[in-house]
């Protein structure tokens, strides 16, 4: 009686332990593998799936670093972060590819300008170093997106486009 009673425990520990890692393993199927990830945003509607939440999690706690304690600075940051939550990352695909939508979106959830942002548009999509960002952006393949993001920001890139803003 006892061991029967023991085998029934370890069973059911085994299938608990089976049912999380599946479901841990198509998670992270979703995560890195963004075709996956990219047809259950399509199926549904082209609303945000976990692994787009993720990411503009990451983006949010990143943007939320810049803030000084300027109350002026800060709430602008904290506008972005909101926007960017709002934002579909389908909306933001599409932008990756197409220099007007581009310009629209970062008008629509930034604190650039109209002008500022069309002028950065057109620097992401005639300069060839933003390239391959733009294009992981658009497959919705993150981890490509930060890698190029890393390499943009380790070389510069990005202070250029930061600073060609204020000239």
């Known amino acids: 009686m006892r061991q029967a009673r023991h085998m029934k425990k370890s069973h059911k520990k085994r299938?608990?332990?089976?049912?999380?890692?599946?479901?841990?393993?198509?998670?992270?199927g979703i995560i890195f593998f963004f075709p996956i990830n990219n047809t259950v945003r399509d199926i549904s509607g082209g609303n945000d799936t976990a692994s787009d939440k993720l990411v503009k999690d990451e983006l949010a706690k990143r943007i939320e670093a810049t803030k000084t304690g300027d109350p002026k600075h800060d709430g602008k940051v904290n506008k972005a972060v909101d926007d960017l939550k709002k934002t579909r990352m389908s909306d933001i695909m599409k932008a990756a590819e197409n220099q007007n939508k581009a310009a629209t979106e970062l008008h629509n959830n930034t604190s650039l300008s109209s002008s500022e942002s069309k002028k950065v548009a057109k620097e992401i999509f005639s300069n060839?170093?933003?390239?391959?960002?733009?294009?992981?952006?658009?497959?919705g393949d993150w981890y490509s997106a930060y890698s190029q993001y890393k390499n943009l920001s380790n070389n510069g890139s990005i202070d250029e486009l930061k600073n060609s803003l204020s000239q």
């Open 15 to 28: 299938i608990w332990i089976i049912v999380v890692s599946v479901i841990a393993l198509i998670a992270i």
């Open 128 to 139: 060839s170093k933003y390239d391959k960002l733009r294009q992981s952006v658009n497959d």
